[in-house]
């Protein structure tokens, strides 16, 4: 059998048990990503859901959160002024090489989960 996969439908990052109104201070005020209604009956697991472009991110709640290099990439448009931005913001920026057709760097939440954001080369 063949998979037929259609889109990308969501991304979770995990960050600490009750720390919902620092993650939507972050992903909703600074970003300025648009939360939306996670299910009733999910709600009880904390956490909160937004939409990115035609995807959603949901933010799960639990007891351990670990680093690692696991991460989302999106692309964008005017990625130089996305990153002077969220470095006026103070927020940790790691410079990635570019990748072919593509410029890039990565930055972390505060709760360390890495998000690279790519531009295409044209």
Request: charged share 30%.
């Amino acid at each position: 059998m063949k998979i037929q996969f259609h889109r990308l439908n969501h991304i979770q990052l995990c960050i600490p048990l009750n720390e919902e109104s620092k993650a939507r201070e972050f992903y909703c005020e600074l970003l300025g990503l648009e939360e939306i209604e996670k299910p009733e009956y999910l709600k009880k697991n904390g956490g909160f859901w937004l939409k990115i472009a035609d995807i959603e991110l949901h933010i799960g709640a639990e007891d351990q959160v670990n680093t690692s290099k696991r991460h989302p990439a999106f692309e964008v448009k005017d990625l130089a002024q996305i990153e002077n931005q969220l470095r006026n913001k103070g927020i940790k920026i790691k410079n990635d090489p570019p990748l072919p057709h593509f410029n890039r760097f990565s930055f972390y939440d505060p709760f360390n989960n890495r998000i690279e954001l790519l531009e295409k080369i044209e």
